[in-house]
Each structure stands twice: as C-alpha cells, then as structure tokens.
C-alpha cells in the first residue's frame, strides 16, 4: 500500500529512479524554511515554520487528528491513515525542509476510507497551502517491482546467503573448538593471552572496582558469618591475640611466610620417606593448603573482628561479643579493613597515584593477614590461650562468654581446666 | 537488627530489583532548516545522557539534528531564533531522577549535522556521554567543549574552512581522543581537566606562525601527539608528574624541538598536572 503511495509520488514528481535535484525558482514569498518531525509509540506529529513566523503543526495522538491543536477528525490506532502518516513521517524526517514539503505536498495514501478520510482531507488541504523556498523535486525511496532476472538474482542471493550461513555456523563452531585447544594447550604451557585493549572510562574503571570491593565484602563476610557460627570461639582466641600481642603476632606470621614452602616440601618428603606415606601424599597436599588458607583467612577475619568490635564500642557502647552482635562485629570490621581499598578502587586508573594507592592498599592488607596468620599461629588455630585472653576490653566488666559456668567455655579454657 | 529482619531486606531487594528495570518510552524529533548563509551561527548543545555526534551537514540545510530520547525522562527543547542567528538545543531538564542504569542508555541519541559553509560558534556540553565530534571541514570561529563522565573522540579530518580563534576543551572525569587537531586551523587551543587520559593528536594543517596549547590535567595521562615538521616549545608545571619528553632539548625552562627556530608554525605548548603522566611523542 505505501509503496504504492510511493511510486505514484515517484511518477508524479520526477519518474522513476532519479535522484532528488532542485531547480532553482527561488521565491521571495513566505515559505516553509524548518520542518521537524516527532514520533513516538503515543503520538506522531510534523511540523513547518514559516519564513514569516508562522507555524503549521498536524499531530495524531490518541486516535484525534490535531492541526494546530484543533481535532479535525480521527483515526484508528494501527489503521491505514496512521500507518501511512508515520510512513511519511519516516520518509520526509531525513529531507530537506524544500523536499519535505515537495513530498507531503504530493502526499496520496490509500486504503483511508471513512472518518479517516475526512481528517486526511483536512490535513491535505494544509499541506496544499505550504510553499517551499525552492521548487525541488524529490524521488522517494520507493522500491519498485523487481524485474524477472532481478527476482532470479535475488532469490539467487538468498538461497547463495542461507548456504553461507551454513558455513560460517560450521566455521565458528570450528574456530571456538580450534580456539578452546589453542588456549588450552597454551594455559597448559604457561602461556597467558595478551589482554584484550578496552576502554574504560574513569566512571566505568571506579564502578568496576567498588563493585569488585563490594563483591570482596560480601564474599569475606559470608565466611565470617560461616566461622562466628562454627568456630566463634577459636575466632575470638585469636582474635584476642592479635589485640593482646599485636606487634608478636606480626613478626611470627612474617617470620613464618619464608618457611610455609620448606614446611611443605618437608612434609611431603617425610611421607615419601615412609613409603606407605606416599599414598597420602594428595590428601596431605590438599589439606596443608587448606590449613595455610584457613590460617591466613582466619586471622585476617580475627583482625576484622578486632577492629569491628572497636568501632561497635564506640558507636554503640558494647563489644558485640554476642548473638548477632558478633556477626555485626565481623561485618563492621570487614568494611573498615576492606576500606583501605577505597582510593584504590575509585582513583586506581589514574596514572602513578592510582598505582601508589593500590599498592599503599595491598601493603596495608598484607601487614594486617600477616598478623592474623601470626595469630592463627601462636593460639595454633584459636586452640591456645597463652598469648591472649578474653576477647574483652579490660574497661568491661568480665565477658560471659569464656567465664560463664556449665558447658558455655571455650576450648582453651577446658583445656587449661584440664592441665 | 534482626537476622530475620536482615533477611526479610535482601528478600525485598531481590525482589524489587528487576521492577526496577521496566522498559522505557522513547521519543524522536528530527529538524532541519533551509540553509542561509547570509550571517554567522552560534550553537549551543547541551546533552545530559547518551550518544552525541557532530558531523557536516548536506546541502540545503542550515542544520539537521536527530534526537531519540527517553520520553519520560527528559524535556529536550531545539530552538533556533533567526534574528539571533542562534540554535539552542537542550537534553539536560529532567522530568524525575536519574537511575544508575540510564546512564548506559544504548538508545538515547544525538545527532547533528551543521553545514560547512556557514561560520560557527560551537559551545557543546554533555555529561555521560559517548561523544564522536567529527569537527573537520566545517567553518569554526571557536569551539568549545565541556564534558562530564565520558568517552569523547574528537576528530578535524578535513581543515577547518577559515581560521579559527580558539578551540577550548573542558574535560571532567573523562577519555578524551583527539585526530588531527591542527586541521581545526585555531591559534589557540586551551585543554583544562579534572581527572583522565587525554590524547592530543597535534597534526593536521596549523595555520602558520605561533600556535599556543594550553594543557591543564589535575589527575591523569596526557599524550601529546605531534607530526615532524613542526617546531614545538614544551613547557611543564608539575607535582608528582614524569614527563617523557622524547628528543626535546632543554632550554632554560622549556624543551624544545631541534628545528623550531626555522619551523613555519611552531606549537608553544604548556602543561600543568598535579598527579599522572605527560608523555610527548613524535608520530612517524
């Protein structure tokens, strides 16, 4: 149907093909010199200004037909004169304002009966009276009927185009498989792919890396929870060590990072050395790592509950050396630890400073797990009690967690009790 | 607070998440205007959100712009007053707030086309903003460029049409690429900017005689990017800046080009930045 409108414009205006070209009748009457055109799901509109200052405005919006905001008749939603209007509207928004009131001028959709009809007269009866600075004549993008050999070509191209598709669906999937092995082989040879260029904006580059702060707290949190609910107890032994001897702490987990791969290497040659040891050989691999992990996370853990319970008396006038008071106190801690990491994750992707933050970030953190490690160490996993005590302050009156009488004790204290 | 309370929040959040992201409505205006060349114009964009583009005009139109924007977010007005030869165009008046997730609008867009032969005043202001300003072969009496949060490439593929005062580029928290900034043909180019990485391409057909670029960076990388050929006088203000200055030779205050006495344009560049680098280079 439109197409049809088209190529009887295209007959009309300028035959069949031609490109649009102005011939130069300039005028020195009023004309249209602006034209806009505005759609959207809701309403459609075009609009002409005049070189006097006038203005003709013709909108269809809520199945009313509207010139210059007088309703002059209705439409149907989806129904023959809208659908041709936003076709027009689509057409004549990329011309020129003498070509676009060249095309409505000549503007003849077909299938409008009835009210619509009446409306589209009114409209036409507008657009007749618009004048162009420049007659110009306009060749609307019309397709017309293929020839034969063209429709031969064309089906030509779309069988030639479905076969190509076949094989470039082939072609990727063997360029993913070829790729998956290349990669493979290559992470197996140490190699790493170079990283792919992307620009990240500053914005983008801050919000990737509070993101990945904030993923780091929820994720440190949920094993925080997961110990204050399992091993509460060893976590706060060790953590009371690393409020009690802090400086002790640190040195014996620095002093200890060197020797973590001679105590591997030693024990797994023990086990070698006794033959039947061998066959635990990967279990005690499995496990040494996961004792090293669990020592380093503890203690980092033990030093966030340290700083948590601080900021809790502080605020709030209490440790939070129970119920949920103690999941507070890791959560709390966490993000004051995790803090340092702020400047970093906002100004990291300035040049030198962005650098000097991340690392002044990463040395921070280190000397805190290296102190929580040092912990885990001397209270042997939160166990021993010999280099702390209560998890406390001295200014509180005594914690009920490790005094209090029937089974409530920690297992340092009934191990002491028991020597 | 409650563990049942604590819960019952990340339930609610979870749920309400993806409410948050309805669909939105979008609405386009496309306007153009019967070219007249008889004065110069000045035009003033100002786009909050986005992608923005610049770019020469077909003949017949004094100007074409092309906007797709979401309907119940903005009020965009284009204003065009003949007797001031002015055209004002504004997607900045917000009808609510914005979310973090318009921001990254794939739809919203701007497009500009001016013609070439008519004089121009440029003044574009954008915020979060992926701008492509392609700026070459139209006729620039002065520029300027602000921008907030975005990624802006901005090219002069062809000269400028007549010379050009000043070219003026006010940067945020932003990447800002520049090609060919000797085609905008301006005797002074001023860059100021909070915080980013700046590539200034220095090629491209200098008018003759002195050219002064003037660089301001508080935070960042500056890449100054200058063809042989042309005499260059650098000059740096910095804290806890490195510069690498290639080949320049130091005289006094200033690095300077070996051929910059002889050179018939000679770019007088100074630098001033707080924290980041200054890297200079010769493009081969």
């Known amino acids: ?419 | 607070m409650t563990l049942r309370g604590f819960g019952t929040g990340v339930l609610t959040a979870l749920l309400t998440l993806p409410a948050a992201a309805g669909a939105q409505e979008y609405r386009t205006v496309r306007q153009s205007r019967r070219l007249d060349t008889s004065a110069p114009v000045t035009v003033t964009v100002e786009f909050a959100i986005g992608r923005f583009q610049v770019g020469p005009a077909s003949d017949g139109r004094l100007y074409h712009v092309d906007l797709t924007y979401v309907e119940n977010l903005f009020d965009p007005s284009i204003d065009y007053d003949a007797a001031r030869r002015t055209l004002d165009v504004r997607v900045s008046e917000t009808r609510g707030n914005i979310k973090a997730r318009d921001l990254k609008n794939p739809r919203q867009a701007l497009t500009l086309q001016l013609h070439p032969n008519v004089p121009l005043d440029l003044d574009l202001e954008f915020g979060a903003v992926k701008a492509d300003l392609a700026l070459g072969g139209l006729a620039l009496r002065r520029a300027r460029v602000e921008t907030g949060a975005s990624e802006t490439v901005l090219s002069f593929d062809r000269p400028n049409a007549i010379i050009c005062d000043e070219l003026r580029l006010e940067v945020g928290a932003a990447k800002l690429t520049t090609r060919a900034l000797g085609n905008s043909r301006c005797r002074a180019v001023r860059f100021e900017g909070a915080a980013g990485q700046v590539e200034l391409d220095l090629s491209g057909a200098w008018p003759e005689g002195e050219v002064s670029v003037d660089v301001s960076v508080a935070f960042g990388e500056v890449r100054l990017r200058v063809p042989p050929g042309i005499g260059v006088r650098l000059h740096t203000e910095r804290i806890l800046a490195r510069v690498d200055r290639a080949d320049l030779v130091k005289q006094g205050s200033a690095y300077y080009s070996a051929d910059y006495e002889r050179a018939a344009t000679k770019l007088d560049i100074d630098v001033s930045t707080a924290v980041g680098n200054v890297v200079f280079e010769w493009t081969r």
């Not at chain 1, 063997?174 to 790729?179: A, K, L, T």
């Not at chain 1, 948590?308 to 440790?319: E, L």
């Not at chain 1, 040092?374 to 490790?402: D, K, N, Q, V």
Request: charged share 15%; with cysteine.
């Open chain 1, 1 to 419: 149907m439109r197409h049809g409108n088209l190529l009887a414009l295209t007959g009309l205006l300028v035959g069949a093909g031609l490109p649009a070209q102005a011939t130069a009748q300039a005028t020195a009457a009023p004309h249209v010199v602006s034209y806009s055109v505005t759609t959207s799901s809701r309403e459609s509109g075009a609009r002409f200004e005049w070189s006097d200052g006038r203005a003709l405005e013709i909108r269809l919006r809520g199945g009313d037909v509207l010139v210059d905001g007088a309703r002059v008749g209705g439409y149907a939603r989806g129904g023959a004169l809208e659908t041709e209007w936003r076709a027009l509207l689509a057409w004549t928004g990329s011309l020129t304002t003498d070509e676009a009131v060249a095309a409505v001028r000549s503007w003849t959709p077909e299938g409008v009966t009835g009210s619509e009809a009446q409306a589209l007269d009114a409209v036409r009866a507008r657009f007749d009276a618009l004048r162009a600075g420049q007659t110009v004549a306009v060749a609307p993008p019309a397709p017309r009927a293929p020839r034969p050999e063209i429709a031969e070509a064309v089906a030509a191209a779309e069988q030639a185009a479905a076969e190509a598709r076949v094989h470039v669906h082939e072609l990727r999937d063997q360029i993913r498989n070829s790729v998956r092995v290349s990669v493979g082989n290559g992470l197996e040879e140490g190699f790493r792919p170079p990283p792919q260029p992307r620009f990240t904006t500053p914005i983008e580059a801050a919000f990737h890396g509070i993101m990945g702060l904030l993923g780091a707290f929820v994720a440190l949190s949920a094993i925080g929870f997961g110990i204050s609910f399992f091993g509460g107890r060893q976590l706060d032994v060790v953590a009371s060590t690393v409020s009690a001897s802090c400086a002790r702490s640190f040195f014996v987990g620095l002093f200890a990072q060197p020797l973590v791969i001679p105590a591997f290497g030693a024990t797994i040659a023990a086990l070698v050395l006794t033959v039947v040891g061998i066959l635990v050989v990967p279990v005690a691999i499995v496990a040494f790592v996961a004792t090293l992990i669990a020592a380093v996370l503890g203690g980092y853990l033990a030093v966030a509950r340290v700083a948590g319970s601080a900021w809790m008396k502080r605020r709030h006038g209490d440790h939070g050396i129970e119920g949920f008071g103690v999941l507070r106190s890791v959560a709390y801690g966490l993000a004051i630890l995790l803090a340092v990491w702020l400047p970093a994750a906002v100004l990291g992707w300035v040049p030198v400073a962005g650098t000097v933050l991340t690392w002044t970030a990463a040395g921070v953190t280190w000397a805190l797990a290296t102190t929580g490690f040092g912990a885990a160490i001397l209270t042997r996993g939160g166990t021993r009690t010999t280099f702390g005590h209560r998890f406390a302050p001295p200014e509180l009156p005594p914690a009920s967690l490790y005094e209090r009488s029937g089974p409530e004790i920690s297992t340092a204290e009934w191990m002491g009790h028991q020597r």
